[in-house]
Nanobody, 112 residues
Framework: QVQLVESGGGLAQAGGSLRLSCAASGITFSIYTMGWYRQDPGKQRELVADITSSGRTTYADSVKGRFTISRDNAKNTVWLQMNSLEVEDTAVYYC??????WGQGTQVTVSS
């Protein structure tokens, strides 16, 4: 029933940009905090950014100033704009809705 469909991942060079999208269905999107998380093999999954239903944002220190999370409740969509990409940003990125719904994950690879 709940579906989070991600797009926009892929390959980028250091210093470049990518924009990830997550389209949600099966939930009352407007009341959910939405988030982006990432995980590399051998590492713990970590919060990248989240945004509340009212638009309040939180960022990991490692991405603050480079990444921007946004949402459009009319479109049931949340985005992650990633600028000034670094090799260390390479990971599988996951979209999360509320406290328990996850997307399938999308690979982001940054090369130097």
């Amino acid at each position: 029933q709940v579906q989070l469909v991600e797009s926009g991942g892929g390959l980028a060079q250091a210093g470049g940009s990518l924009r990830l999208s997550c389209a949600a269905s099966g939930i009352t999107f407007s009341i959910y905090t939405m988030g982006w998380y990432r995980q590399d093999p051998g590492k713990q999954r970590e919060l990248v950014a989240d945004i509340t239903s009212s638009g309040r944002t939180t960022y990991a220190d490692s991405v603050k100033g480079r990444f921007t999370i946004s949402r459009d409740n009319a479109k049931n969509t949340v985005w992650l704009q990633m600028n000034s990409l670094e090799v260390e940003d390479t990971a599988v990125y996951y979209c999360k809705a509320g406290r328990g719904f996850w997307g399938q994950g999308t690979q982001v690879t940054v090369s130097s």
